[in-house]
């Protein structure tokens, strides 16, 4: 029977090129960093396109009331709101980045925008006393500062459960079994990203789709110069700009003139106004916005998406360590990871993102379709985004991408790092009933109830649960629509409460045991260990 399983369970992947202590040419480095950028601009675009203008922001170009110069009075220019929004966005996702490879698990995860803040931040929009505010430029500073005093007081939990070890000792419950389909969620979970966003504009995203495919699977042993696999590194970025390319002659040519809005805005590349609202030189600064407020409904509130992107960081987090070839995070790293996350949300509260940040998945996707692990990219693409968040322009071009154009990226990336938590379940007995229902009740719950929350959700209502009370209704909702976190719930307590002592090897606590402490595998210093020997005075667990 040994002779006949040809795939043992290996700690580690063994097709990828780069680790995350190794490190490709300077040159190929550097690409490889940009079009980790790239593929982070479609959230990083999105987000603010959805909440800015429900805040009553604009993307036009405005001007103040008359100031007084030399020449006479003179109107200031107010660069777009959106833009604005989104430089800044930009901006704390690459000091959030640069944080968390640097000094926080020092995994080479992207730390960007998330999409779980939606709900509380729609409900701190639907506020009254902020919507009775007529002037829309001026309602939209007012719940910007609601945002931000909320995201600050809300920071806390990831800190305190970062930095007190506290989520680490929960990380104790977990096991490969429970993992496997927390994981795979993370990334099945934003399915409404892919192709149902890609169908906004087909056009352009089924022809994105075929060539991220093509060009990733079936060139991928194709070497151009110097025996260098150019499809296998860059196929994001390749097939983005022959799309693009064919996107803009479309527009160009009123292939979209008389179409529906939707469609415009999805598939035409002129349609966004970030380049004309976007400033030359801008650098964002903390309390741009004015002085934060603090509402204790709103806090509380922001408090649910701050524990989901919890989750779903740690789900990445595990997905990133398998495709960066290195341990799982202890849990004293991990723990580590999630303090610093803790205060990349409080540094989003500071200069007023407009919502709160998680470790980007699709980015963790690309570490596998590129076969690179290499941590050194991921710090190179921080410098990509704080500088064209601070040279506006120039950023404004790139981010004017056609969402579907990134869509139709996020299916296979978002598939893959699915697939890798799936194969947490190598290290588990799939030929036990109890494993087996534990496995399929986590997925199917873990998308069925969030679609059920989400189905009921809009933003002028307030969802599936609807008490008197916003802030519960937005807490609730909040933590179900997640599939991650309902996954997460139902996995970890199934494991541990259906015949737990009699299910260790089944559940694959053997081989999992030995990552929950930093001095449990040798491998973990070279992985984990703080840099300019930082570990002496932070001596790990």
Known sequence: MADIISHPPMDQL??????????????????????????????????????????????????SEMDVCLDGPTPSILFGDKARVIQTLLFVAGINTLLQALFGTRLPAVVGGSYAYVVPIAYIISDTSLQHITDGHERFIQTMRAIQGALIVASSIQIILGYSQVWGLFSRFFSPLGMAPVVGLVGLGLFQRGFPALGNCVEIGIPMLLLVIGSSQYLKHVRLSRNFPIFERFPVLICIAFVWIYAIILTASGAYREKRVITQISCRTDRANLISTAPWFKFPYPLQWGPPTFSAGHSFAMMSAVLVSMVESTGAYKAASRLAIATPPPAYVLSRGIGWQGIGILLDGLFGTGT?????????????????????????????????????????????????????????????????????????????????????????????IPQFFIEYWNPTHNGLVHTNAGWFNAFLNTIFSSPATVGLIVAVFLDNTIEVERSKKDRGMPWWVKFRTFRGDNRNEEFYTLPFNLNRFFPPT
């Open 14 to 63: 063994q097709d990828l090129e780069y680790c995350i202590d190794s490190n490709p040419p300077w040159a190929e480095t550097i690409i490889l960093a940009f079009q980790n950028y790239i593929v982070m601009l479609g959230t990083s675009v999105m987000i603010p396109s959805v909440l800015v203008p429900a805040m009553g922001g604009t993307d036009e170009l405005a001007f």
């Open 356 to 448: 709160g940040s998680t470790v980007s998945v699709e980015n963790v996707g690309l570490l596998g379709l590129t076969r690179v692990g290499s941590r050194r990219v991921v710090q190179i693409s921080a410098g990509f985004m704080i500088f064209f968040s601070i040279f506006g322009k120039f950023g404004a071009v790139f981010a004017s991408i056609p969402f579907p154009i990134f869509a139709a990226s996020y299916c296979v990336l978002y598939g893959l790092v699915a697939s890798v938590g799936l194969s947490f379940l190598q290290f588990t007995n799939m030929n036990c009933m109890r494993n087996l229902i534990i496995t399929g009740l986590s997925l199917f719950l873990g998308i069925s």
